[in-house]
Protein backbone atom coordinates (compact mmCIF):
# COMPACT_ATOMS: atom_id res chain seq x y z
CA UNK A 1 0.00 0.00 0.00
CA UNK A 2 0.80 3.48 -1.09
CA UNK A 3 1.54 5.77 2.40
CA UNK A 4 2.58 9.66 2.17
CA UNK A 5 4.65 11.32 4.79
CA UNK A 6 4.76 14.92 5.81
CA UNK A 7 7.17 15.23 8.48
CA UNK A 8 6.59 19.24 9.62
CA UNK A 9 3.29 19.14 11.38
CA UNK A 10 3.39 23.12 11.78
CA UNK A 11 5.52 25.73 9.99
CA UNK A 12 5.90 29.20 10.10
CA UNK A 13 6.96 31.67 7.78
CA UNK A 14 7.69 35.90 7.38
CA UNK A 15 5.81 37.45 4.81
CA UNK A 16 7.71 37.60 1.55
CA UNK A 17 10.14 35.18 2.36
CA UNK A 18 10.34 31.26 0.89
CA UNK A 19 9.55 28.63 2.04
CA UNK A 20 9.66 24.66 1.76
CA UNK A 21 7.25 22.08 2.80
CA UNK A 22 8.66 18.36 2.26
CA UNK A 23 6.25 15.49 1.56
CA UNK A 24 8.02 11.44 1.10
CA UNK A 25 5.93 8.76 -0.28
CA UNK A 26 6.71 5.28 -0.57
CA UNK A 27 5.13 3.22 -4.04
CA UNK A 28 6.27 0.57 -5.98
CA UNK A 29 4.65 1.99 -8.58
CA UNK A 30 6.01 3.15 -11.26
CA UNK A 31 3.84 5.68 -13.09
CA UNK A 32 1.84 7.69 -10.70
CA UNK A 33 0.31 11.96 -9.86
CA UNK A 34 1.34 13.84 -7.33
CA UNK A 35 -0.70 16.90 -5.75
CA UNK A 36 -0.50 19.33 -3.30
CA UNK A 37 -3.47 20.73 -1.61
CA UNK A 38 -4.59 23.72 0.33
CA UNK A 39 -6.57 24.09 2.99
CA UNK A 40 -7.18 27.71 4.76
CA UNK A 41 -9.34 28.55 7.80
CA UNK A 42 -12.87 28.40 5.79
CA UNK A 43 -11.94 24.66 5.11
CA UNK A 44 -12.62 24.55 1.04
CA UNK A 45 -9.73 22.38 0.11
CA UNK A 46 -8.08 23.76 -3.14
CA UNK A 47 -5.61 21.84 -5.79
CA UNK A 48 -1.90 24.07 -5.71
CA UNK A 49 -0.48 21.60 -7.41
CA UNK A 50 -0.25 18.48 -9.83
CA UNK A 51 3.08 16.43 -11.05
CA UNK A 52 2.82 13.51 -13.17
CA UNK A 53 5.37 10.97 -12.14
CA UNK A 54 6.38 10.18 -16.08
CA UNK A 55 7.39 13.89 -16.30
CA UNK A 56 11.00 15.17 -15.59
CA UNK A 57 10.69 18.61 -15.49
CA UNK A 58 8.93 20.12 -12.39
CA UNK A 59 5.77 21.36 -12.05
CA UNK A 60 4.73 25.08 -11.28
CA UNK A 61 2.42 27.47 -11.01
CA UNK A 62 2.89 31.16 -10.24
CA UNK A 63 4.68 31.42 -6.61
CA UNK A 64 4.36 27.88 -6.12
CA UNK A 65 6.66 25.10 -7.66
CA UNK A 66 7.94 21.51 -6.89
CA UNK A 67 10.76 19.79 -6.19
CA UNK A 68 10.00 15.88 -7.60
CA UNK A 69 13.04 13.11 -6.81
CA UNK A 70 11.33 10.36 -8.29
CA UNK A 71 14.80 8.08 -7.33
CA UNK A 72 14.36 9.21 -3.63
CA UNK A 73 10.23 9.10 -4.04
CA UNK A 74 10.65 12.95 -2.26
CA UNK A 75 7.94 15.57 -3.56
CA UNK A 76 8.88 19.11 -1.67
CA UNK A 77 6.75 22.47 -2.24
CA UNK A 78 8.36 25.39 -2.18
CA UNK A 79 6.54 28.83 -1.82
CA UNK A 80 8.36 31.96 -3.30
CA UNK A 81 7.37 35.27 -1.72
CA UNK A 82 4.42 34.22 1.10
CA UNK A 83 1.51 36.09 1.24
CA UNK A 84 -0.88 36.12 4.43
CA UNK A 85 -2.98 34.65 2.06
CA UNK A 86 -0.69 31.46 2.25
CA UNK A 87 -1.51 30.63 5.74
CA UNK A 88 -3.32 27.31 5.40
CA UNK A 89 -3.19 23.29 6.23
CA UNK A 90 -1.17 22.34 3.10
CA UNK A 91 -1.70 18.46 1.91
CA UNK A 92 0.63 16.23 -0.09
CA UNK A 93 -1.07 13.90 -1.66
CA UNK A 94 -0.66 10.45 -3.95
CA UNK A 95 -2.71 8.65 -6.74
CA UNK A 96 -1.88 5.48 -8.62
CA UNK A 97 -1.51 5.44 -12.54
CA UNK A 98 -5.30 4.28 -12.58
CA UNK A 99 -6.51 6.98 -10.82
CA UNK A 100 -9.27 7.88 -8.28
CA UNK A 101 -8.13 6.72 -4.66
CA UNK A 102 -5.73 9.81 -3.45
CA UNK A 103 -3.53 9.08 -0.51
CA UNK A 104 -2.93 11.89 1.59
CA UNK A 105 -0.43 12.51 4.26
CA UNK A 106 -1.24 14.02 7.55
CA UNK A 107 -0.47 17.69 6.29
CA UNK A 108 1.49 20.43 7.18
CA UNK A 109 0.04 23.64 8.93
CA UNK A 110 1.61 26.88 7.20
CA UNK A 111 1.37 30.24 9.26
CA UNK A 112 2.18 33.32 7.22
CA UNK A 113 3.67 36.54 10.13
CA UNK A 114 3.27 39.97 8.98
CA UNK B 1 -15.95 26.52 -11.90
CA UNK B 2 -16.75 23.08 -10.46
CA UNK B 3 -18.74 23.75 -7.76
CA UNK B 4 -19.15 21.10 -4.99
CA UNK B 5 -21.54 21.46 -2.38
CA UNK B 6 -22.74 19.63 0.83
CA UNK B 7 -25.89 19.57 2.52
CA UNK B 8 -24.79 21.01 6.05
CA UNK B 9 -21.46 22.54 7.50
CA UNK B 10 -22.02 21.37 10.70
CA UNK B 11 -24.10 18.69 12.44
CA UNK B 12 -24.86 17.16 15.84
CA UNK B 13 -26.15 13.66 15.85
CA UNK B 14 -27.02 11.22 18.97
CA UNK B 15 -24.92 7.83 19.48
CA UNK B 16 -27.32 5.22 17.17
CA UNK B 17 -28.58 8.09 14.72
CA UNK B 18 -29.17 6.92 11.23
CA UNK B 19 -26.92 9.93 9.18
CA UNK B 20 -27.30 11.07 5.91
CA UNK B 21 -24.42 13.30 4.51
CA UNK B 22 -25.29 15.19 0.55
CA UNK B 23 -23.54 16.47 -1.78
CA UNK B 24 -23.66 17.64 -4.78
CA UNK B 25 -21.89 18.51 -8.00
CA UNK B 26 -22.72 20.84 -10.76
CA UNK B 27 -20.17 20.03 -13.43
CA UNK B 28 -21.55 16.19 -14.91
CA UNK B 29 -18.65 15.03 -13.38
CA UNK B 30 -18.43 10.85 -13.39
CA UNK B 31 -16.44 10.08 -9.96
CA UNK B 32 -17.28 11.37 -7.34
CA UNK B 33 -15.79 10.64 -3.40
CA UNK B 34 -16.21 10.67 0.58
CA UNK B 35 -13.18 11.01 2.93
CA UNK B 36 -13.15 11.74 6.55
CA UNK B 37 -10.68 14.06 7.96
CA UNK B 38 -9.41 13.60 11.04
CA UNK B 39 -6.06 15.71 12.84
CA UNK B 40 -2.29 13.79 12.42
CA UNK B 41 -3.99 11.39 9.54
CA UNK B 42 -5.02 13.89 6.56
CA UNK B 43 -7.67 12.18 4.81
CA UNK B 44 -8.72 8.78 4.49
CA UNK B 45 -11.42 7.70 1.42
CA UNK B 46 -14.50 6.37 2.78
CA UNK B 47 -16.31 5.08 -0.85
CA UNK B 48 -15.97 6.53 -4.16
CA UNK B 49 -18.31 6.17 -6.85
CA UNK B 50 -17.25 6.10 -10.81
CA UNK B 51 -20.56 6.07 -12.21
CA UNK B 52 -24.54 6.49 -11.29
CA UNK B 53 -25.60 3.54 -8.53
CA UNK B 54 -21.88 1.97 -8.78
CA UNK B 55 -19.56 2.36 -5.94
CA UNK B 56 -16.22 1.06 -4.56
CA UNK B 57 -14.66 0.58 -1.33
CA UNK B 58 -11.79 3.11 -0.33
CA UNK B 59 -9.43 2.50 3.12
CA UNK B 60 -11.83 2.62 5.56
CA UNK B 61 -15.61 1.93 4.77
CA UNK B 62 -16.61 0.00 7.76
CA UNK B 63 -19.91 1.22 9.56
CA UNK B 64 -20.72 3.65 6.67
CA UNK B 65 -22.54 3.16 3.44
CA UNK B 66 -23.19 5.34 0.23
CA UNK B 67 -25.86 6.15 -2.28
CA UNK B 68 -25.36 7.55 -6.10
CA UNK B 69 -28.74 7.89 -7.59
CA UNK B 70 -28.54 10.34 -9.42
CA UNK B 71 -24.72 11.23 -11.18
CA UNK B 72 -24.79 15.36 -9.65
CA UNK B 73 -25.49 13.97 -5.94
CA UNK B 74 -23.55 11.33 -3.63
CA UNK B 75 -24.67 10.80 -0.08
CA UNK B 76 -23.00 9.11 2.96
CA UNK B 77 -24.88 7.06 5.53
CA UNK B 78 -24.04 6.29 8.65
CA UNK B 79 -26.34 3.50 9.65
CA UNK B 80 -25.85 3.99 13.54
CA UNK B 81 -23.90 6.37 14.25
CA UNK B 82 -21.26 5.91 16.84
CA UNK B 83 -18.96 8.49 19.15
CA UNK B 84 -16.15 7.13 16.94
CA UNK B 85 -17.56 8.56 13.54
CA UNK B 86 -17.24 12.26 14.74
CA UNK B 87 -14.96 13.56 12.26
CA UNK B 88 -14.94 16.23 9.71
CA UNK B 89 -16.39 14.84 6.30
CA UNK B 90 -14.76 15.67 2.42
CA UNK B 91 -16.77 15.70 -0.75
CA UNK B 92 -15.13 15.56 -4.07
CA UNK B 93 -15.76 14.96 -7.57
CA UNK B 94 -13.43 14.55 -10.66
CA UNK B 95 -14.48 14.11 -14.23
CA UNK B 96 -11.96 11.70 -15.50
CA UNK B 97 -10.30 8.84 -12.80
CA UNK B 98 -6.86 10.48 -13.17
CA UNK B 99 -7.99 14.23 -12.86
CA UNK B 100 -7.41 16.40 -9.96
CA UNK B 101 -10.50 16.01 -7.86
CA UNK B 102 -12.66 19.20 -6.58
CA UNK B 103 -13.38 19.09 -3.01
CA UNK B 104 -16.80 20.46 -0.92
CA UNK B 105 -16.51 22.88 1.98
CA UNK B 106 -17.09 19.90 4.75
CA UNK B 107 -19.44 18.97 7.51
CA UNK B 108 -18.20 18.63 10.80
CA UNK B 109 -20.31 15.98 12.42
CA UNK B 110 -20.15 15.80 16.34
CA UNK B 111 -21.82 12.58 17.67
CA UNK B 112 -22.87 12.66 21.13
Known amino acids: AQTVTQSQPEMSVQEAETVTLSCTYDTSENNYYLFWYKQPPSRQMILVIRQEAYKQQNATENRFSVNFQKAAKSFSLKISDSQLGDTAMYFC???????????FGAGTILRVKS | DVKVTQSSRYLVKRTGEKVFLECVQDMDHENMFWYRQDPGLGLRLIYFSYDVKMKEKGDIPEGYSVSREKKERFSLILESASTNQTSMYLC???????????FGPGTRLTVL
Open chain 1, 93 to 103: AFMKHEGNKLV
Open chain 2, 92 to 102: ASSLLRTDTQY
